[in-house]
């Protein structure tokens, strides 16, 4: 089992909807989460950064975290073309390495 | 506050040659990660150092090394390259080794 799964999607949504990305994972050492989005030939650009379990807001943009269920979940509202991009979930424990996970990332389209 | 800064962003070289590949961090930052992204692979980590010693290695070959400075710029080689070498290398820094901010980037082409 590799240790942070994402679908690839492409997941394609009109504007204006909610949009869901999940990333689920093995390790429970992991405490610190984070969503990327990266924009074609650029790099990844850090959106939300989370500890452990609970919700996490910022603007357009919610982080969840369920350590029970080692799911994390970044919703959007109100989604724009704009926030067409590829979104890559990643974790790391901080405790024994230090070392951040990534998962392999959502292909995102915003139809207009 | 300046962000991270890769140079060169674009490389074109040879099987069989050598690169270094150049990251300057954010002012502060001690921590510098170099990850190399692939279309089937994604993001893979390449090793991270921090206050100029190696702290984590990835599963990649000797022919990819690292150092980092006492300013924290960070530097990574690739010796004798391979056609599978082509990718985009990416350079992150951080405070301690938290929330990690990227560079641009830098595309290599093996041919």
């Known amino acids: 089992q590799k240790e942070v799964e994402q679908d690839p999607g492409p997941l394609s949504v009109p504007e204006g909807a909610i949009v869901s990305l999940n990333c689920t994972y093995s390790n429970s050492a992991f405490q610190y989460f984070m969503w990327y989005r990266q924009y074609s030939r650029k790099g990844p650009e850090l959106l939300m950064y989370t500890y452990s379990s609970g919700n996490k807001e910022d603007g357009r943009f919610t982080a969840q975290v369920d350590k029970s269920s080692k799911y994390i979940s970044l919703f959007i509202r109100d989604s724009q073309p704009s926030d067409s991009a590829t979104y890559l979930c990643?974790?790391?424990?901080?405790?024994?390495?230090?070392?951040?996970?990534f998962g392999k990332g959502t292909r995102l389209h915003i139809l207009p | 506050k300046a962000g991270v800064t890769q140079t060169p962003r674009y490389l074109i070289k040879t099987r069989g040659q050598q690169v270094t590949l150049s990251c300057s961090p954010i002012?502060?930052?001690?921590?510098v990660s170099w990850y190399q992204q692939t279309p089937g692979q994604g993001l893979q980590f390449l090793f991270e150092y921090f206050s100029e010693t190696q702290r984590n290695k990835g599963n990649f070959p000797g022919r990819f090394s690292g150092r980092q400075f006492s300013n924290s710029r960070s530097e990574m080689n690739v010796s004798t390259l391979e056609l599978g070498d082509s990718a985009l290398y990416l350079c992150a820094s951080s405070f301690t080794g938290g929330e990690a901010f990227f560079g641009q980037g830098t595309r290599l082409t093996v041919v």
């Open positions: 990643a974790m790391s424990d901080m405790n024994r390495d230090d070392k951040i996970i």
């Open positions: 002012s502060g930052h001690r921590s």
